[in-house]
């Protein structure tokens, strides 16, 4: 019912700069969430942010201790398209990137075991 595909992705040195898109398809979202979430090899999938919009509660982002002030969640206004500026990379982002959608809109966003569709991934490489 939804597709997801993200891009952007690409290798760059610490210090650096990324902007990761994540495209959306076949449903028009008026109550979402969607967010991005991150993987290593031999790790577990992460989350990194989330952004939500319903007519009840607006808008809101969050986003993973470990890349705050650093990433930026946002959203263009056809809400298709979400975004994920990432400033002064350090190796250990390394890292295949995924989007994710929530619809409706639920809560527990962190939880990547609550989210309804999910994109192929991008990988991002920081080099040291």
């Known amino acids: 019912q939804v597709q997801l595909v993200e891009s952007g992705g690409g290798l760059v040195q610490a210090g650096g700069s990324l902007r990761l898109s994540c495209a959306a398809s076949?449903?028009?979202?008026?109550?979402?969430?969607m967010g991005w979430f991150r993987q290593a090899p031999g790790k577990e999938r992460e989350f990194v942010a989330a952004i939500t919009w319903s007519i009840w509660s607006g808008g809101r982002t969050n986003y993973a201790d470990s890349v705050k002030g650093r990433f930026t969640i946002s959203r263009d206004n056809g809400n298709r398209t979400v975004y994920l500026q990432m400033n002064s990379l350090k190796p250990e982002d390394t890292a295949v990137y995924y989007c994710a959608a929530q619809v409706p809109q639920r809560g527990f966003q962190a939880d990547r075991t609550r989210y309804d569709y999910w994109g192929q991934g991008t990988q991002v490489t920081v080099s040291s």
């Open positions: 076949g449903r028009t979202f008026s109550n979402y969430a």
